[in-house]
């Protein structure tokens, strides 16, 4: 089935370490998004990724990093995690990055920093 | 700066009652707009969508929602609600080749 996928599903992770969440998809989109949901705040951009090979920054980037190597990988990682980043991450795709950019949702990852 | 406005942070409603979930941004201009839902322990869904035509939109699950360009709004609605229903509802918005930029969502409980 087409679509995105995330991993881990959760993870409880102990501050400072280091963290690798991954999303693929297999939609062959051009641009791809990570966001963080926590409670009361809705949905807020980390990163995104208008092609392969090209990264920005969104409303929270800090502690966040990003890289697009190819078209269906968007890892995101927390070089040492801080008990802030316990949320629930999501990655997005969309077709494209311009006007009509529709996106498409994966499962998401629960991260607890303790 | 850009953000987009949800008025109610939870709705609690019975199985039938109709449900209007307000959506307001800020920004100038031409801009597309969106309504997600997400069901409980689920990742986000696409309700509907507004581009550009006719500012009644209808999506999935029997909602609909009105484009106000002058009032800078885009409200969701459904006549009759169901238990199903219940989830959370984030309206988006975003502005030429801008990034979407979401509500804060509101939760809606639907009481059998």
């Known amino acids: 089935i087409a679509g995105i996928t995330q991993a881990p599903t959760s993870q409880i992770l102990a501050a400072g370490r280091r963290m690798t969440l991954r999303c693929t998809q297999d939609?062959?989109?051009?641009?791809m998004y990570w966001y963080r949901q926590d409670l009361g705040l809705g949905l807020r951009l980390i990163h995104y990724?208008?092609?392969?090979?090209?990264?920005g920054k969104g409303e929270v980037p800090d502690g966040y990093s990003v890289s697009r190597a190819n078209t269906d990988d968007f890892p995101l990682t927390l070089a040492s995690a801080v008990p802030s980043q316990t949320s629930v991450y999501f990655c997005a795709s969309s077709a494209t990055s311009g006007y009509y950019n529709e996106q498409f949702f994966g499962p998401g990852t629960r991260l607890t920093v303790l | 700066a850009q953000s987009v406005s949800q008025h109610n942070h939870h709705v609690i409603l019975s199985e039938a009652a109709s449900l209007e979930l307000g959506c307001n941004y800020s920004?100038?201009?031409?801009?597309?707009l969106f309504w997600y839902v997400q069901y409980p322990g689920q990742h986000l869904q696409l309700l509907l969508k507004?581009?550009?035509?006719?500012?009644l939109v209808k999506g999935i699950k029997g909602f609909e929602a009105e484009f106000i360009k002058s009032k800078f709004s885009f409200n969701l609605r459904k006549p009759s609600v169901q238990w199903s229903d219940t989830a959370e509802y984030f309206c988006?918005?975003?502005?030429?080749?801008?990034?979407?930029?979401f509500g804060k969502g509101t939760m809606l409980l639907v009481s059998p």
């Open positions: 990724s208008n092609t392969a090979g090209t990264t």
């Open positions: 988006a918005v975003n502005k030429g080749y801008s990034t979407l930029t």
């Open positions: 939609m062959r989109h051009n641009a």
């Open positions: 507004y581009f550009s035509g006719d500012p």
């Open positions: 920004y100038g201009g031409t801009v597309n």
